[in-house]
């Protein structure tokens, strides 16, 4: 094959000189072909360029080519494989011969170019590693810089603990097992020393898990010939893996799991396993099968004559990492099905979950959707390709382009491909909402996993968007046992779907929801979904093509202010009034300031106590500035930084700040986004502080009335973000002026670094304290909605204001685990003990997820014998 291309042939430049091919043209003559100067009768000179000799252009031209060819050899490496046909083989072992003529000139581009296929194309691991043996086999050189470059790769991904790629590298290695470039004693001697964590003095669950899953991780690639070649070894690493896994405990035992599960056990219509649990599961059913893996490709057995030739190489010693509690492990999302069939059973056109297929094919998609987080559009084509790596007919899509391409004799009948023929698009479907539901955290932004649907929906058309569909559909039946912050993603990406689609939807099907109480967990649902689609669009847009019956899901007037002195008649309209014109008229703070006090002094307020003046001044002034701005955030936040200083100075006290949180909270009661975003500016401005908002959140007023809407818990959640965020940049700037102190010449004196020191202290002062007050309130408020639904004879799990505080107490704990373990035992003993207000013992209902989230967070040994 020769894949350079020809550059002597017509229509283009020759390599002479000072001649141009193809039509025979008169040479270049640079002499005089500029020196018919005048307008309109010359010839225009092109921009100055500096004069290379002749040698310089030579060696252009010749960089140029050899570019050509790296670019070229990049590009088979990359696409070999894409598709399995037939032809596979002949293409492997074309490759190879190309790449082993090549090797000794473009073998830094070669190593480059498989280093990221390994790393990137995780559903093509068998196919680099026959090439690699077939290369090997050529050349063993070649083969032991491959093996060498991939041993140097994995511990540098060990030492950052880059846990996806020590799998795939791994699982490379387990495909040079069954190449025969490493024997299966050199890789079981490396899972060794990764289960050595085992055998430490005390055995953390999360890096004994992250090791473990690492083994098990590879040995569908290649057990069976480990197995077959070195019996006794493979069997030990069986047993170490078996003896921890029953001394770690399955599901329920590990600590975590039952506060991640992304629905009630009591309402899931299957059984949520824990990931090492399921995959431990799948294995042991894979070593039923006699290690066999129907769907796997095998490129390798095709040349075992070849591949059983060639020298074998050994891999060094790897040093897996030493604990550290700011280490964050590999961890998988727990069991997550969409697709099931009638009463619960298995679906045909999915894998079994307990099945080692289930966990090949999620885990490579998942691989490309991670992989490829900064390229929707590729990570899109790639999660589409995933299904043509496998065995002819495993997906229903990848039976018949595959079968086409096979060459075949005329009129010759040929039976069509067997297999499972699985639905890509419903896995596809099931494997992004895992990721997208994945508690404590998704791994990337609700925004991400919306851009790829959309891009995958517009991408295949003829049949994603039917199985998204079903998806929605099947999920919006399980709203009530599904986890807050799950159904919170759920409606906050779907809003954000139809917003590229045209906000088109049949809303007729849930009509049901029209006469369910308004904090049922389908209504809060349209809900949601109506007041976020209102937000990305306006209010007539979205109103017009709903249906009308689903109207009492939306305001009855397009979101805007309430200004509470807009009323003639309102007594204080007047007075509102002038400061409103003083306000537009841009008055001095000065002016303003004398306004506000001769009305403090008016005769209409004689009868208020000096608090509440004050109080009525506040309200007064901070609705005028509310009013004045509410056209838009750059309205109103030229406004407050007008008359900050004025601002600052009425809300000098907690009681004042957390009334100003309350006049803005009403202000804009009807608009809650321009509420979300003026509470987070007064928080920069320091008008307002994080407890007042906090506080804010736990008052009768929102609690009793409010809990149900996701606003509120979104401004709490933005509101502990900022706090956290503003102790992370101080111990940023810290680190940053301890190194300028420690230079030599030093740029920092030692007073800049206590100084900064000083800051650190508050700053975390001020988390503590905002934690504290969280959960004061939080744990008060619970304690007295438990007592309220026990004295009025009903049951505590079918009561709705119980099921969403406690939901959403149990969400913060799991978002905010890490700051809350650093004073657990501060809380533990001044909130969790006593009712702070009764003295009562506080609730184990409460009292048990406090101490399942710390448990989580801070993990625990697992007790070997």
Request: with cysteine; glycine share 10%.
């Given at each position: 094959m020769d894949y350079r291309?020809?550059?002597?042939?017509?229509?283009?430049?020759?390599?002479?000189?000072?001649?141009?091919?193809?039509?025979g043209g008169r040479p270049y003559d640079r002499g005089d072909r500029y020196e018919k100067g005048g307008r309109g009768g010359g010839y225009r000179r092109p921009y100055d360029r500096q004069r290379h000799e002749p040698r310089d252009r030579e060696q252009d031209r010749a960089q140029d080519e050899v570019n050509d060819i790296e670019k070229r050899l990049g590009g088979l490496i990359i696409r070999v494989g894409d598709k399995i046909t037939p032809t596979l083989e002949t293409n492997l072992n074309t490759l190879a011969g190309i790449l082993d003529n090549d090797y000794a000139k473009h073998s830094a581009t070669?190593?480059?170019?498989?280093?990221?296929c390994i790393l990137e194309l995780p559903m093509k691991s068998a196919i680099y590693g026959t090439l690699t043996g077939l290369l090997n086999a050529k050349n063993m050189e070649t083969g032991g810089t491959i093996v060498t470059m991939a041993s140097d790769l994995l511990q540098e991904s060990l030492t950052k603990h880059q846990w996806r790629n020590v799998k795939l590298l791994l699982r490379f290695f387990g495909e040079l097992v069954n190449s025969n470039v490493i024997l299966p004693t050199t890789l079981l001697n490396?899972?060794?020393?990764f289960l050595a964590v085992l055998e430490e003095e005390t055995v953390f669950r999360a890096r004994a898990d992250c090791?473990?899953?690492?083994?098990?991780?590879?040995?569908p690639w290649c057990a069976a010939d480990m197995r077959d070649r070195n019996p006794h070894d493979f069997e030990k690493i069986l047993g170490k893996i078996e003896d921890y896994m029953l001394a770690r405990g399955e599901g329920e035992g590990v600590e975590g799991f039952d506060i991640t599960k992304v629905f009630k056990d009591s309402q899931c219509p299957y059984v949520q396993e824990e990931s090492l649990t399921l995959l431990w599961k799948q294995i042991q059913n894979l070593q039923k099968d006699d290690w066999d893996v129907p769907i796997l490709i095998k490129p390798s057995q095709t040349f075992d004559a070849v591949l059983g030739m060639a020298s074998q190489h050994e891999l060094p010693q790897f040093v897996f990492p030493p604990h550290s509690d700011t280490i964050s492990y590999y961890s998988l999302a727990p069991l997550f099905r969409i697709f099931l069939g009638d009463d619960g059973e298995q679906n045909a056109s999915l894998p079994d979950p307990y099945s080692i297929s289930h966990f090949i094919v999620r885990d490579n998609l998942t691989d490309v959707l991670c992989l490829f987080e900064i390229n929707r559009k590729e990570c899109a084509k790639y999660l589409f390709m995933v299904q043509y790596s496998y065995v002819i007919g495993t997906f229903a899509d990848s039976a018949l382009p595959a079968a086409a391409?096979?060459?075949?004799?005329e009129n010759m009948e040929v039976d069509a491909p067997s297999g499972p023929s699985w639905s890509v698009d419903q896995l596809l479907a099931e494997v992004i909402f895992t990721e997208m539901f994945k508690l404590p955290r998704p791994e990337f932004k609700t925004v991400y996993y919306a851009s790829l649907l959309v891009e995958v929906c517009k991408s295949f058309p003829d049949s994603f968007p039917a199985a998204l569909a079903l998806a929605i559909?099947?999920?919006?039946?399980?709203?009530?046992?599904?986890?807050?912050?799950?159904a919170h993603s759920f409606w906050t990406w779907f809003s954000h779907h139809l917003s590229n689609f045209g906000y088109l939807w049949d809303w007729s099907q849930w009509s049901a929801a029209v006469e369910l109480p308004f904090d049922h967990s389908q209504s809060i649902f349209i809900r949601e979904t109506l007041e976020k689609t209102i937000r990305l669009s306006y209010y007539e847009r979205i109103k017009e093509p709903l249906p009308e019956e689903f109207h009492k899901f939306i305001p009855a007037e397009a979101p805007g202010p309430s200004w509470k002195f807009e009323s003639p008649e309102h007594p204080y309209h007047a007075m509102a009034s002038a400061v409103l014109n003083s306000l537009r008229a841009k008055n001095s703070i000065d002016q303003i300031e004398q306004t506000l006090e001769s009305m403090k002094n008016a005769p209409r307020l004689e009868s208020l106590t000096s608090t509440e003046r004050e109080d009525f001044i506040r309200e007064l002034f901070t609705e005028c500035v509310l009013m004045l701005g509410s056209k838009s955030f750059s309205h109103v936040l030229n406004v407050i930084e007008r008359y900050l200083t004025i601002l600052q100075r009425m809300n000098g006290t907690p009681e004042a700040r957390l009334h100003t949180v309350k006049i803005v909270a009403q202000f804009w009661r009807n608009n809650t986004q321009f509420l979300g975003i003026l509470l987070d500016k007064m928080l920069n401005y320091r008008v307002v502080d994080a407890i007042a908002i906090v506080k804010w959140v736990f008052e009768p007023e929102v609690w009793q009335k409010e809990w149900h809407r996701s606003f509120v818990w979104d401004i709490l959640k933005n509101t502990l973000n900022k706090v956290i965020s503003r102790v992370a940049q101080v111990k940023d700037k810290l680190i940053e002026v301890r190194k300028e102190f420690e230079a030599v010449p030093p740029t920092k004196t030692e007073e800049v670094v206590k100084g900064v020191e000083n800051t650190l202290s508050i700053v975390n002062r001020?988390?503590?304290e905002v934690f504290l007050t969280l959960y004061q309130k939080f744990v008060s408020v619970l304690q007295s909605k438990l007592k309220e639904i026990e004295s009025s004879g009903q049951n505590v799990e079918d009561d709705r204001s119980w099921e969403i505080g406690q939901g959403w107490f149990l969400e913060l704990g799991r978002r905010y685990s890490k700051e809350v373990a650093t004073f657990s035992s501060t809380l533990e003993a001044i909130v969790f003990t006593a009712d702070s207000e009764t003295g009562e013992p506080i609730d184990p209902r409460i009292t048990n997820i406090f101490q399942e989230i710390c448990r989580m967070e801070m993990g625990r040994s697992v007790e070997m014998n």
């Open positions: 291309r020809n550059n002597n042939q017509g229509g283009g430049p020759d390599r002479n000189r000072n001649n141009y091919g193809g039509g070669i190593l480059k170019s498989l280093k990221a490396v899972m060794d020393q090791a473990v899953f690492c083994v098990l991780a590879t040995l391409a096979a060459p075949k004799p559909n099947k999920l919006y039946d399980r709203l009530p046992s599904m986890d807050v912050d799950c001020e988390q503590k």
